[in-house]
């Protein structure tokens, strides 16, 4: 018995559904992580010990920027800024606080504590944790633009407002010296690829 059209209209239809599925299967299966260039990124990705002199496109220090402008923040108040250290006064001032390993462009990332959501429940100001959250998103894309990076801790806030007086009115976080890495002095040390197993670190409920 020959189907109606409608009914061989349906069975083309479960067809397309089938055959949508399976492609989504087989993008899930091929894009595990969601993107292997991602990945890629984040896996190869350190801390730069010494940079070469050459400097950093303004195209590149650009996008960079425009990544730390789009990053998400608590109740997007955006409370964190950034300011581009490049001119050779600015990097010697400084530098005379901390020798940022030579870099040509380092970005100080600061923020207003006066700025950022609170958490009601317990008084928790989010402006660290936004400015950490810019502060990924500037070195990940430095990473992605072929540039070498490392994220400063060690240093004295005060100081790098006293040197730096465009920063007197925030709360300085971070540095994050960009640039291209210096020889062999440049490259990962051994220290770059030990983890924790995920066994260790995860805990599922």
Not at 4 to 16: A, C, E, Q
Not at 70 to 89: F, G
Not at 151 to 162: A, G, L, T
């Given at each position: 018995?020959?189907?109606?059209?409608?009914?061989?209209?349906?069975?083309?239809?479960?067809?397309?559904?089938?055959a949508s599925f399976s492609d989504v299967q087989q993008k899930i299966t091929k894009?595990?992580?969601?993107?292997?260039?991602?990945?890629?990124i984040l896996e190869s990705r350190y801390s730069c010990h010494?940079?070469?002199?050459?400097?950093?496109?303004?195209?590149?220090?650009n996008m960079i920027l425009e990544a730390g402008r789009?990053?998400?923040?608590?109740?997007?108040?955006?409370?964190?800024?950034?300011?581009?250290?490049?001119?050779?006064?600015a990097l010697a001032r400084l530098r005379a606080i901390h020798p940022?390993?030579?870099a040509p462009v380092v970005l100080?990332?600061?923020?207003?504590?006066?700025?950022a959501w609170i958490r009601d429940t317990d008084g928790v100001n989010a402006a660290k944790t936004d400015a950490a959250i810019v502060l990924t998103h500037l070195m990940l894309t430095a990473t992605d633009m072929g540039l070498a990076n490392m994220?400063?801790?060690?240093?004295?806030?005060?100081?790098?407002?006293?040197a730096l007086p465009e920063t007197q009115e925030h709360g300085i976080y971070a540095l994050l010296a960009i640039g291209y890495p210096k020889g062999t002095?440049?490259?990962?040390?051994?220290?770059?690829?030990?983890?924790?197993?995920?066994?260790?670190?995860v805990r599922y409920l």
């Open positions: 018995m020959k189907k109606s059209f409608l009914g061989r209209l349906s069975d083309i239809t479960k067809i397309g559904h089938r894009y595990k992580y969601g993107s292997d260039a991602f990945m890629r010494s940079f070469d002199s050459f400097p950093v496109s303004d195209d590149k220090l789009i990053a998400p923040s608590a109740k997007n108040l955006q409370p964190t800024r950034i300011w581009v250290v490049k001119s050779e006064d940022c390993y030579g100080i990332v600061g923020c207003r504590n006066e700025e994220w400063i801790w060690d240093f004295d806030p005060s100081k790098v407002r006293e002095e440049g490259k990962p040390t051994e220290y770059h690829s030990v983890r924790k197993p995920l066994e260790e670190i």
